[in-house]
């Protein structure tokens, strides 16, 4: 006779699974012997379905947490949760864990083995199918119930089967090109559908290394097939937005030297992806360094000086939160930035996303400078008088105001541009509190140089 487990004999868990199942049973009568039931019944019957195997997936939780009440042995326990292992797997030092215990270990960033503290030469997990078998063997002694592997999954919901199609589509990346473009397409299709699979490149340290292998040994650009580039991109755009794998991607040598070959010789949808990337990577403040190290900024304003509708939007939000930090700053005005995005702004060509970076480069001493230079002051003056949008105006006035202080010789051009429309004294009333506060501290300062003026 089969052990019983402790919860198959529960009162409560029995009477409740007795009332779903007879309630089940009305309703498929009703369902089959009545041609005219409801369709309020079909949603019942779902229902009662859906509590029936919730209560059934909680008597298996409930069942496995008898190991606290029975005597496991220890060497079927995970050494991190100290709990019998549902998913035992291999770490590279040939220690035994719980799969989801030292996944949380890995994706916090430890590269080390918790037991060992030995550093890992991948972190790639190998189902420990001994310890596993064993433990199912214990659990049946006990008369408990221990999920099968294929239909347990981890926190993201990948399976071994999964594991194993993604490492078989990065060892052809190492192929011939008909198996890498294959290979490149479907992981480009896969980060897109199945967030999951982003998850799987921080399992191993060569997983992205191996997805970039076929830009990375082509020795030109021309030798590059250009379907391949845009797959290998997006996919690195894809995997960029989980934020466990910002660090990770940026970090990965190959990753940043190639997104900026891609912003120079690849097709639009290509480059537009590769500024995403980028984009998406410099949420991270050490990234948005990095980044800005490695040079990434130049061929972002080339390419938005190339001024492709379809990748503005991208390159201009990647300069943008690229130049928070100050360092950045500095090296997008030595690129460049301020004449190529007042060159837009004239052409009126994404106002305000340019508007916001040319505010912001506005707190760098050389940026004011080249807008007093490139004739900025009559272009945004002229905006705060035609645009309707209270942002574009805050941002205008803003560097109005720097300039302002910094620039005597720009005073005059206020002045004139005050006595014919009344610009910058009308933004005084009625902008945003921001605009108030900046418009007003020019006029005050203009209207102070004009007493001094009379009184000398």
């Not at 933004?427 to 009184?455: C, F, M, Y």
Request: some cysteine; overall charge positive; glycine content about 4%.
């Amino acid at each position: 006779m089969a052990k019983t487990g402790v919860f198959d004999s529960d009162p409560t868990v029995m009477a409740k699974a007795t009332e779903l199942k007879k309630e089940l049973q009305r309703l498929v009568r009703t369902i089959v012997d009545d041609e005219d039931y409801r369709t309020e019944t079909l949603d019942q019957a779902r229902e009662t379905l859906c509590a029936l195997k919730e209560l059934k997936m909680k008597k298996r939780s409930l069942s496995l947490k008898l190991r606290e009440m029975v005597s496991c042995p220890e060497e079927f326990k995970c050494p991190l949760s100290k709990e019998l292992m549902r998913d035992p797997v291999v770490l590279a030092t040939g220690q035994t864990y719980d799969r989801p215990f030292i996944q949380k270990w890995l994706k916090a960033g430890n590269r080390t083995c918790p037991l060992t503290q030995q550093v890992l030469s991948h972190t790639i997990l190998t189902p420990n199918h001994l310890i596993r078998e064993m433990i199912s063997q214990w659990c049946k002694t006990q008369g408990l119930e221990l999920p099968d592997p294929l239909q347990y999954a981890n926190e993201q919901g990948i399976t071994e089967a999964d594991r194993d199609h993604f490492l078989s589509l990065l060892q052809k990346m190492s192929s011939t090109l008909p198996e890498q473009k294959q290979a490149a397409r479907e992981l480009r299709l896969l980060t897109k559908r199945m967030p999951s699979f982003r998850s799987l490149f921080s399992e191993s340290l060569d997983a992205i290394p191996q997805l970039l292998s076929p830009l990375s040994r082509s020795q030109s650009q021309n030798a590059i097939h250009p379907d391949l580039q845009e797959d290998v991109i997006t996919t690195v755009l894809n995997l960029s937005i989980l934020d466990n794998n910002k660090k990770l991607v940026a970090e990965t040598p190959a990753v940043i030297p190639l997104l900026m070959d891609a912003l120079r010789s690849g097709t639009i949808e290509t480059k537009t992806n590769a500024a995403a990337a980028l984009f998406t990577l410099s949420a991270l403040d050490s990234n948005k360094a990095l980044i800005g190290k490695s040079g990434a900024l130049k061929p972002l304003i080339q390419l938005l000086e190339e001024g492709h509708s379809l990748a503005m939007k991208d390159v201009a939000s990647a300069i943008f939160t690229l130049c928070i930090i100050h360092e950045n700053k500095a090296r997008a005005v030595r690129d460049g930035a301020v004449k190529v995005i007042l060159e837009k702004i004239r052409s009126r060509v994404h106002v305000d996303e340019l508007l916001a970076i040319l505010a912001m480069l506005s707190s760098n001493q050389k940026a004011v400078e080249e807008m007093g230079e490139l004739g900025a002051v009559p272009c945004l003056l002229k905006i705060i008088r035609e645009s309707n949008c209270e942002r574009n105006k805050e941002n205008c006035i803003a560097i109005l105001h720097t300039i302002c202080l910094n620039d005597r010789t720009k005073w005059k051009q206020m002045r004139e541009e005050e006595n014919a429309y009344g610009t910058i004294s009308k933004l005084s009333r009625d902008g945003t509190s921001r605009a108030k506060r900046k418009a007003s501290g020019i006029i005050e300062r203009l209207n102070r140089a004009v007493n001094l003026t009379h009184t000398a």
